[in-house]
């Protein structure tokens, strides 16, 4: 049984098809696995290579990787949600109240979306902790360190931006009160606050700069900036997994 | 125990291969949740239902015809309307479907509205896209505005009906009651077309009150005005009696004597000497048209529309009354009330009547030392801070500018700006309706007064506030019927003036203005002669047998009878058709005698008038016994064809007769001459 299941997908492996996709076909060889993974535009960002250690679970949690499956499903409940949303003041919280009695799955995809997001939020800040106390943001890391610094704001302006989108009560307030948190700032305070929300009080334009803010700019700058950070583990010599054994004593 | 956990652990999450596919099994179930909830939802339930309450009744192809499943709505962007109501009210259109017990699919009353042009949540409120009960009815978190409870449903007309429709009487009852008992002096209540609710209570001026009343009634008054009478309008502030004592010291000594003053009374004419005169110049006056008294069984009986009089010489100084009964304008000029031409032994006897009507038990025991000036300065504190001013006018106090909170659109008002207090049920109609019935159960310090009103009263007084929506005040123009105003109209001229004086616009209206007491007298230069016109305003005869109402005597001089006849005749008059359009002359005996037919038989206008004293009962309508020597052909003549035309709103039905019929009744009316009330005739 087990043997028949390897040989068809053996034999779709080695399909005319699967390999003009996948060109580096089957083989156990490091080469073959080298290439499967340097030839595919997504894998070739991290090492050919890793220690077992670095993959297990105790040396990362899986934190990194579990904060990136949130952001995937964020954008995919992400691009479903902007089907059934239009940000314009008379729209947006009846787009709500459509998702919520009358698309199928509607409340489904919401509350994915939001506990997507709380979960990503929690777990990049989980992960920046084992990165710290793990010691992984020394050198050659540091430049990692920062971009994964500057990929915290994001999730947080992302999370702040997605706020405002269904337009009620608790939007609404949170928003103004976070603008004006941002008037606070010296000398260009009000400046500030009038860039954030396009005009001097949360309106249709504020409504559309976080819409824009929140599935545009910054879910691109943050693809943009992930594979950055995941190219630089590689350049930076692989997920780190504690100082080398001839450093350390239990390893 | 522990091995068997084991195992199974090790079964599901031996290996990762086995690790992996449990994770994704569950996954899988979880996701599946989601589509399943969908399919389980409390509207498909429903719509299950009702096919299977449709399937057994005789038209089950019909209504199963008319039936669409899955979501429906009713959608109307230019009034934010998306009512997804019909999803589960699957029978609102089904004439058949009158009888069901199940209110959910019962057919929706006939109302004069299409459904789908209104939608459900414009009258009905509550949550029109939510498609489960909970949320589509009640209040929640994110919808505060639950369905209308079904006593308050006419709030809903209200949002657009600015005019008093038939069809909803405790919302046109519940403005009236709104306006008559001045809620509107504090609050401001902005209606959807810009105009306000006014009050029209007429709270009297106090710039002059100790010539009319002592310190004492005052403060008995203040501190329980429905202890002097019943009807009265003055709310109940639960006054201590200190600051009543300091209220009423500050009213007395912001006085001014009337100018001019007020004449000490009289000596040199006497009363009436027959002691029953007072009471039939009461009555003759015709006093308890506006005016109510309790009589000796201590049953109230007159109008409402001045004072009640039960305990007057309680109140008033008997100086104050006799230059009341003189002329009213000298105290009040706006008041409603006639100047009587009394003459001063009249005068007299009416004033001593009405000295006579006492409550003494009211201020027998108020015993108030003179006021001292912190007492003053004290009752003018307490003056300004409960808003007197509003009301009433007194000298040294400003009128306050919004008193109290605005409610034009108290209706809409979210429930989280509310402060509820115990006992108090938590939905914005109980709160409203608390706060009319009783506000100072949210509070002791609290400024609003007690009013007088009963449970009916306070419902339908909630209805109208709750009336006052967001969407009344936001709504396009074309969706609103607006509201008639009252503006004012004066006669002009000497003529005018003396109208003015006799207040006929008290009673009658005219050009649209007026009171609703007395007949429409628009076109009455049209309608009577003036032999007839004059000779009514010398002695005004009861046309009206069966009312007891009637149009006082008011002894008009004859040069002011001829000014008031002049004017009527010559500028109450209808475009419409000329008065003297068709002479008696025309009409021969046959024609009269086939009139009568008419009358008697074909129309039956014996069932409402009266055409011969001696045989006819009609009691509805005016007796016409007289009417040859009343009205000018013309008009009668007009008038039977279309009587709504020439007097909107009269009940006079119309009997869509041919212009021979017309002309044939006309003559025959026309040769009715009889003379006097059915009284003189007896006689």
New interface residues.
Partial sequence: MANTLDQLVEQVRENRIWRSIFRSGTGASNLHRALFVQQNVFLHLFSVKARKRTVGFSATWYLGALTFGTFLILVITGILLMLYYHPSV?QAY?DM??L???V??G??LRNLHRWSAHAMVFLVFAHMFKVFYRGAYRPPREFNWVIGVVLLLVTLLLSYTGYLLPW?QLAYWAVTVGSNIASAVPVMGSKIRFLMLGGTAVNANALLRFYVLHCVILPFTATLLVAIHFWRIRKDGGIYAGEPATKGKSE | MKNQLKAVWQFFFGDSARAFGSVSLILLVLLA???A??HFSQWRHYQKQYLHLIRGRADAVTLERHFQGG?QQIWIPEQ?V?D?CTTCHLGLKEASLADVSAVAFRKHPVVPHSLTEFGCTTCHRG?G????VE?AHNSTE?WEQPLLPAKYIEAGCGQCHLEKPTATPFLNQGRDLISSNGCTHCHTIKRGDGTYILPDDDPPSLKHIADKTTREWIYAWIKDPQAYAGTATMPNYHLRDDDARDISAFVISQSTALQPPIQPGQTDTKPAEDPAAGTSLYGQSFCASCHAMQNAAGILVGGNVGPELTGIGTKAKPEWLQDWVANPNHYDPGTMMPHYRFDATQVATLAGFLESKTEPDLVANVHLDPATSPQIEHGKKLVVENGCASCHEINGIKKPENFAPELSRIGSKPLSQLLFVEGVEHTLPGYVAAKVRSPRAFGPSLKMPQFNLTPLQIDAITTALLAQTDRSQTQPPAMRIASVQQTKYEPAGHAGQLMGDLRCLTCHVINGHGGDMAPDLTWEGTAVQREWLTQFLKNPETLRPALIRRMPKFNLTDAEITTLADYMMTVYQTPQFDRDSLPVSEFSPAVVEQGRQLFYSKFACQSCHIADYAKDKGYIGPALAGTGKRFYAAWIYHWLQDPQSLRPGTIEPNQHMTDDEARSLTAFLMSLNATGSKEATKK
């Fill in positions: 008379p009846a109240k459509d919520q009695f009358v199928s799955s409340v489904f009620d | 949740i989601s589509p909830k969908n979501i934010q998306t997804r949550q896209a939510a498609t489960t949320e994110q």
